[in-house]
Protein backbone atom coordinates (compact mmCIF):
# COMPACT_ATOMS: atom_id res chain seq x y z
CA UNK A 1 0.00 0.00 0.00
CA UNK A 2 1.16 3.43 -0.82
CA UNK A 3 -0.29 6.71 1.47
CA UNK A 4 -0.28 10.06 -0.64
CA UNK A 5 -0.18 13.21 1.13
CA UNK A 6 -0.56 16.49 0.75
CA UNK A 7 2.52 19.32 0.44
CA UNK A 8 2.45 21.94 3.52
CA UNK A 9 2.78 25.56 2.64
CA UNK A 10 4.90 25.96 6.24
CA UNK A 11 8.09 24.63 6.02
CA UNK A 12 11.13 24.20 8.07
CA UNK A 13 14.78 24.15 7.10
CA UNK A 14 15.81 25.21 10.36
CA UNK A 15 15.55 22.08 12.93
CA UNK A 16 18.10 19.49 13.74
CA UNK A 17 18.25 16.81 11.29
CA UNK A 18 18.53 12.72 12.40
CA UNK A 19 20.99 10.82 10.35
CA UNK A 20 19.67 10.44 6.85
CA UNK A 21 20.85 9.13 3.30
CA UNK A 22 18.56 11.79 1.25
CA UNK A 23 17.17 10.70 -2.36
CA UNK A 24 16.89 12.65 -5.65
CA UNK A 25 13.50 13.52 -6.80
CA UNK A 26 12.03 11.69 -10.12
CA UNK A 27 10.83 15.32 -11.06
CA UNK A 28 14.14 17.27 -10.46
CA UNK A 29 14.73 18.45 -13.85
CA UNK A 30 10.74 18.78 -14.16
CA UNK A 31 10.87 21.29 -10.70
CA UNK A 32 13.71 23.07 -11.97
CA UNK A 33 11.96 24.04 -15.00
CA UNK A 34 8.96 25.38 -13.44
CA UNK A 35 11.34 27.17 -10.72
CA UNK A 36 13.40 28.84 -13.44
CA UNK A 37 10.17 30.04 -15.36
CA UNK A 38 8.22 31.59 -12.18
CA UNK A 39 11.22 33.43 -11.87
CA UNK A 40 9.67 35.54 -14.60
CA UNK A 41 6.94 36.58 -13.01
CA UNK A 42 6.58 39.58 -11.43
CA UNK A 43 6.08 39.85 -6.76
CA UNK A 44 2.45 41.41 -7.90
CA UNK A 45 1.60 38.48 -10.38
CA UNK A 46 2.44 35.68 -7.83
CA UNK A 47 0.64 37.72 -5.19
CA UNK A 48 -2.77 37.66 -7.41
CA UNK A 49 -1.73 33.71 -8.79
CA UNK A 50 -1.32 32.28 -5.34
CA UNK A 51 -3.45 34.57 -3.32
CA UNK A 52 -0.74 35.78 -0.74
CA UNK A 53 0.68 38.93 0.76
CA UNK A 54 2.85 41.31 -1.18
CA UNK A 55 5.66 39.96 1.62
CA UNK A 56 5.08 36.72 0.83
CA UNK A 57 5.37 37.44 -2.96
CA UNK A 58 8.54 38.96 -2.33
CA UNK A 59 9.69 35.70 -0.20
CA UNK A 60 8.77 33.42 -3.09
CA UNK A 61 9.81 35.72 -5.81
CA UNK A 62 13.64 35.68 -4.19
CA UNK A 63 13.03 31.73 -4.01
CA UNK A 64 12.72 31.50 -7.65
CA UNK A 65 15.17 33.56 -8.52
CA UNK A 66 17.65 31.72 -6.57
CA UNK A 67 16.35 28.58 -6.99
CA UNK A 68 19.81 27.02 -7.83
CA UNK A 69 21.39 27.98 -4.67
CA UNK A 70 18.92 27.42 -2.13
CA UNK A 71 19.59 24.82 0.53
CA UNK A 72 18.03 21.58 0.44
CA UNK A 73 16.52 18.87 2.85
CA UNK A 74 14.44 16.02 2.50
CA UNK A 75 10.42 16.26 2.02
CA UNK A 76 9.39 14.64 4.93
CA UNK A 77 11.48 16.93 7.10
CA UNK A 78 10.95 20.07 5.29
CA UNK A 79 7.10 20.01 5.05
CA UNK A 80 5.90 21.46 8.38
CA UNK A 81 2.28 21.89 8.11
CA UNK A 82 -0.91 20.43 9.89
CA UNK A 83 -0.44 16.78 8.27
CA UNK A 84 2.75 17.01 9.24
CA UNK A 85 2.32 18.12 12.93
CA UNK A 86 0.15 14.98 13.03
CA UNK A 87 3.02 13.01 11.31
CA UNK A 88 5.94 13.91 13.85
CA UNK A 89 8.56 12.73 11.12
CA UNK A 90 11.68 13.87 13.56
CA UNK A 91 10.05 11.47 16.19
CA UNK A 92 10.00 8.59 13.93
CA UNK A 93 12.85 5.42 14.37
CA UNK A 94 15.16 4.79 11.32
CA UNK A 95 13.09 0.97 10.45
CA UNK A 96 9.98 3.48 10.23
CA UNK A 97 11.49 6.13 8.42
CA UNK A 98 12.73 3.61 5.60
CA UNK A 99 9.01 2.05 5.68
CA UNK A 100 8.01 5.50 4.90
CA UNK A 101 10.55 5.91 2.59
CA UNK A 102 8.86 2.74 -0.06
CA UNK A 103 5.47 3.26 1.27
CA UNK A 104 4.70 7.12 1.44
CA UNK A 105 4.70 9.62 -1.62
CA UNK A 106 3.94 13.30 -1.13
CA UNK A 107 2.30 15.21 -4.39
CA UNK A 108 3.92 18.70 -4.88
CA UNK A 109 3.27 21.58 -7.55
CA UNK A 110 6.67 22.11 -8.09
CA UNK A 111 7.83 18.69 -7.77
CA UNK A 112 5.40 16.00 -8.71
CA UNK A 113 5.96 13.56 -6.66
CA UNK A 114 8.34 13.19 -3.38
CA UNK A 115 9.50 10.16 -1.85
CA UNK A 116 10.30 11.20 1.79
CA UNK A 117 13.74 11.64 1.49
CA UNK A 118 13.98 13.54 -1.72
CA UNK A 119 15.70 16.66 -1.54
CA UNK A 120 13.89 19.44 -1.85
CA UNK A 121 14.71 23.19 -1.45
CA UNK A 122 12.19 25.58 -0.62
CA UNK A 123 9.31 26.74 -2.74
CA UNK A 124 5.76 27.42 -3.11
CA UNK A 125 3.61 26.60 -5.67
CA UNK A 126 0.29 25.31 -5.37
CA UNK A 127 -1.46 22.63 -7.55
CA UNK A 128 -4.47 24.48 -8.04
CA UNK A 129 -2.37 27.27 -9.63
CA UNK A 130 -3.97 28.26 -13.04
CA UNK A 131 -0.24 28.94 -14.70
CA UNK A 132 2.10 26.75 -15.74
CA UNK A 133 4.87 27.64 -18.74
CA UNK A 134 2.58 27.51 -22.09
CA UNK A 135 -0.38 26.05 -20.31
CA UNK A 136 -3.23 27.48 -18.30
CA UNK A 137 -3.30 25.17 -15.19
CA UNK A 138 -0.32 23.56 -13.22
CA UNK A 139 -1.96 19.85 -13.74
CA UNK A 140 -2.50 20.19 -17.65
CA UNK A 141 1.68 20.92 -17.32
CA UNK A 142 2.07 17.56 -15.41
CA UNK A 143 -0.56 15.95 -17.66
CA UNK A 144 -0.47 12.11 -16.54
CA UNK A 145 3.33 12.10 -15.50
CA UNK A 146 2.45 11.97 -11.81
CA UNK A 147 -0.02 9.22 -11.67
CA UNK A 148 2.78 7.08 -14.70
CA UNK A 149 5.45 7.27 -11.12
CA UNK A 150 2.95 6.71 -8.58
CA UNK A 151 1.01 4.03 -10.37
CA UNK A 152 4.92 2.55 -10.98
CA UNK A 153 5.49 2.74 -7.02
CA UNK A 154 2.26 0.89 -6.50
CA UNK A 155 3.33 -1.98 -8.79
CA UNK A 156 6.78 -1.67 -7.06
CA UNK A 157 5.10 -2.21 -3.83
CA UNK A 158 2.94 -4.95 -4.79
CA UNK A 159 -0.31 -4.44 -2.76
CA UNK A 160 -1.98 -2.57 -5.59
CA UNK A 161 -3.83 0.13 -3.28
CA UNK A 162 -3.50 4.12 -2.92
CA UNK A 163 -4.23 5.02 0.57
CA UNK A 164 -5.71 8.46 -0.65
CA UNK A 165 -4.78 10.96 2.33
CA UNK A 166 -4.24 14.26 0.04
CA UNK A 167 -6.66 16.78 -0.36
CA UNK A 168 -8.78 17.31 -3.65
CA UNK A 169 -6.37 19.84 -5.09
CA UNK A 170 -3.68 17.72 -4.86
CA UNK A 171 -5.45 14.22 -5.66
CA UNK A 172 -6.72 15.94 -8.70
CA UNK A 173 -2.97 15.47 -10.25
CA UNK A 174 -3.47 11.96 -10.32
CA UNK A 175 -7.13 11.09 -10.25
CA UNK A 176 -8.98 9.47 -13.09
CA UNK A 177 -5.35 8.95 -14.72
CA UNK A 178 -4.38 5.83 -12.97
CA UNK A 179 -5.02 2.25 -14.42
CA UNK A 180 -7.86 0.89 -13.13
CA UNK A 181 -6.80 -2.01 -11.38
CA UNK A 182 -5.15 0.35 -8.35
CA UNK A 183 -7.95 0.51 -5.60
CA UNK A 184 -7.68 4.15 -4.43
CA UNK A 185 -9.49 4.14 -0.80
CA UNK A 186 -10.04 7.21 0.44
CA UNK A 187 -10.09 8.69 4.37
CA UNK A 188 -12.99 10.70 5.89
CA UNK A 189 -12.54 11.73 9.30
CA UNK A 190 -15.67 13.39 11.23
CA UNK A 191 -16.01 14.85 15.08
CA UNK A 192 -18.54 14.59 17.56
CA UNK A 193 -21.83 13.07 17.60
CA UNK A 194 -22.99 14.96 14.62
CA UNK A 195 -19.72 13.70 13.07
CA UNK A 196 -18.98 17.30 11.61
CA UNK A 197 -16.20 17.78 9.25
CA UNK A 198 -13.56 20.03 10.77
CA UNK A 199 -10.26 20.75 8.73
CA UNK A 200 -7.85 21.44 10.93
CA UNK A 201 -8.41 18.51 12.48
CA UNK A 202 -8.47 16.48 9.50
CA UNK A 203 -5.32 17.48 7.92
CA UNK A 204 -3.83 16.48 11.39
CA UNK A 205 -5.17 13.32 11.47
CA UNK A 206 -4.29 12.52 7.69
CA UNK A 207 -0.42 12.65 8.96
CA UNK A 208 -1.26 10.68 12.39
CA UNK A 209 -3.00 7.79 9.46
CA UNK A 210 0.53 8.45 7.69
CA UNK A 211 2.86 7.76 10.97
CA UNK A 212 0.26 4.68 12.06
CA UNK A 213 0.53 3.35 9.08
CA UNK A 214 4.80 3.30 9.14
CA UNK A 215 5.20 2.54 12.28
CA UNK A 216 2.73 -0.82 12.75
CA UNK A 217 4.22 -1.36 8.96
CA UNK A 218 0.75 -2.05 7.41
CA UNK A 219 0.86 -3.21 4.11
CA UNK A 220 -2.95 -4.28 3.14
CA UNK A 221 -5.41 -2.11 3.51
CA UNK A 222 -8.06 -3.75 5.68
CA UNK A 223 -4.85 -3.39 8.36
CA UNK A 224 -5.93 0.33 8.34
CA UNK A 225 -9.08 -0.14 10.09
CA UNK A 226 -7.54 -0.73 12.71
CA UNK A 227 -6.38 3.53 13.70
CA UNK A 228 -6.62 4.30 16.67
CA UNK A 229 -4.35 7.48 17.43
CA UNK A 230 -6.15 10.41 19.23
CA UNK A 231 -9.47 8.83 20.10
CA UNK A 232 -10.19 7.91 16.25
CA UNK A 233 -12.51 4.72 15.76
CA UNK A 234 -13.07 3.14 12.66
CA UNK A 235 -16.83 3.47 11.63
CA UNK A 236 -18.24 0.96 9.53
CA UNK A 237 -21.51 1.91 9.11
CA UNK A 238 -20.15 5.28 7.72
CA UNK A 239 -17.56 3.32 5.45
CA UNK A 240 -17.78 2.32 1.69
CA UNK A 241 -14.90 0.00 0.08
CA UNK A 242 -13.83 3.65 -1.64
CA UNK A 243 -13.97 5.72 1.61
CA UNK A 244 -12.81 4.50 4.92
CA UNK A 245 -14.76 6.86 8.01
CA UNK A 246 -12.82 7.69 11.50
CA UNK A 247 -14.83 9.37 13.87
CA UNK A 248 -14.12 10.78 17.45
CA UNK A 249 -16.07 11.90 20.50
Not at 148 to 167: H, Y
Amino acid sequence: MIAVLSPAKTLDYESALPKLEPTTPRFADEAKTLAHAAAHLTQKKLSELMHISPALAKLNADRYRDFDTLPERPAMFAFAGDVYTGLEAKTLDEAAVDYAQDHVRMLSGLYGLLRPLDLMRPYRLEMGTRWAPRKTKLTDWWGDRIAKVLADDVEAEGSGTILNLASQEYWAAADGKLPSSIRVVAIDFREGEAQKFVSFHAKKARGMVARWLVEHRVGDIEGIKGFDSDGYAYDAAGSSDAQFRFVRK
